[in-house]
C-alpha cells in the first residue's frame, strides 16, 4: 500500500506585493493561494536543480574540449551562471 507524505504545516512571512499576485494567481486559477506559494517553491526548487545540473554538464564539456575557442565560450557562459550577466 503506497504511502503519502504528511503536510508539514510551515509559517512564513512574505512582502505585501507577493502576497497580492499569490492572491491574484490564486483567484485566476480557482485554488488556494497556500496551492499557488506550493506550485512555485516546487517549481524554484526544480529550476535550482536544473541549474546546478547545467552547471556541470557545462563544466564536464569544458574538461574534455581541446578548442580553445569552445573552452572560453563556455568558461564565459559558467561565469554567467555563477556571477550573473
Same mark, same amino acid.
Given at each position: ?5 504528511? +503536510?508539514? #504545516?510551515?509559517? @512564513? ?10 492572491? =491574484?494567481?490564486? *483567484? /485566476?486559477?480557482?485554488?488556494? +493561494?497556500? #496551492?499557488?506559494? @506550493? ?10 536543480? =536544473?541549474?546546478? *545540473? /547545467?552547471?556541470?554538464?557545462? +563544466? ?24 550573473? +550577466?
Amino acid at each position: 500500500m503506497a504511502q503519502t507524505e504528511k +503536510a508539514v #504545516r510551515q509559517s @512564513v512571512s512574505i512582502p505585501p506585493r507577493v502576497a497580492r499576485r499569490v492572491r =491574484a494567481l490564486a *483567484e /485566476r486559477q480557482k485554488t488556494s +493561494a497556500n #496551492r499557488v506559494l @506550493v506550485d512555485l517553491i516546487e517549481a524554484g526548487l526544480q529550476s535550482k536543480e =536544473a541549474e546546478k *545540473e /547545467r552547471f556541470f554538464a557545462l +563544466a564536464e564539456k569544458m574538461t574534455q574540449t581541446k578548442d580553445p575557442k569552445e573552452r572560453k565560450r563556455l568558461r564565459d557562459e559558467l561565469a554567467v551562471l555563477t556571477f550573473g +550577466a
